[in-house]
C-alpha cells in the first residue's frame, strides 16, 4: 500500500480520540478507502469508499466481530455510512477529503514529475505493480472466503463434538445460519451459546413440561423462539441478557431460584439482599 493520509492535531479533540478501538478501525479505513473513483467485481466504488467484511475488519485489527461492530456503529452516520449484503459491506468515508487532500496529491504528484524523479521506467513498473496489487487483493479475497468457510466449518464440527443432533452433512442451510450469526456475535460467542444449549438439554430432561428439547444446528440458528414481532432466534436466548442465560446461567437468578423453591440462604452477604423480597 502507497501514498499517505494526513492527520491535524486537533484529532486529540475527537470524541473517538481515547476510545482505542474506534480510532484504530477508523483511521484503518481511512488508510484502505479508495483515493480515486474504481470498480470491484462490477460495483462502482467511490473515492473515500472501501468493500470489506467485519470478519476481514477484525482479522486485520485483532479485533473480535462484535467489536468491529460495535466500533462501526458508533462511527455512523458522522463519521461513516455503510451498506452490508450478504457478501460484502460497503464502507464510506463522510469526511475523506479532509484525510485525503486531492489538490495536494495532485501538487504533490506534479512536483515530483518537475523534479524528473519518475522515469517512463517506473511509470511501467508502477503500472505492473498496481496490476500484481489487484492480483493481489482477489487472491486475498479468495484466500479470506477459505479463512470464513473454515471459521463457519469449525462451528459445525464444535456442534456436532456436542452430541445433541447428529447431521448427516454440512448443509448450505447450516451454513448459511452460521453465516448469519457470525454478522451478529463473535465465533467464540457461538460456540458459549451452543455450549449452553447443551447443559440446559441436560439440566431440564426430566422436568416434564418444562424441559428443553435439543435444537439442530440448522434450528438452532435461524429459527424463532415465537411467531410475535422482535423474538430472538433461539441461539440468542442463550447470550447473556437472553431468556436461557438468565434462567440457567446467571448466579445471581439461579440463587434466587433456588431459595424460592428450596429456602437455601446464600452465603454471599452481597446476593442475600438481592433475595431479601423472597
Known sequence: MQGWAKYHRQIINWEWYTDANTFRVFFHLVLIANHKDNKWRGIDVKRGQTITSYSKLGLALDLSVQQIRTALDKLEPNEITRKTTNKYTLINIVNYSIYQDKKSEDNTHSNTQDNNQITNEQQSNNN????????ENEENEK????????????IYDYYISMNLIKHKKYS????NGIKAAVKEYDIETIKACIERHKKVVELTKNKGKYKVIARGLDTFLTEKTSNKIGSPLRYEEYVEGGKKYEAHFNTANVIEDTYK??????????????????
Open 128 to 135: 505492473q505493480i498496481t496490476t500484481n496489487k489487484n492480483e
Open 261 to 278: 423453591t428450596q429456602g437455601v440462604i446464600p452465603a454471599d452477604p452481597i446476593r442475600i439482599k438481592r433475595v431479601e423480597k423472597w
Open 143 to 154: 484466500n479470506e472466503d477459505n479463512k470464513d468457510n473454515k471459521q463457519y466449518k469449525d
Open 172 to 175: 448450505t442451510t447450516i451454513s
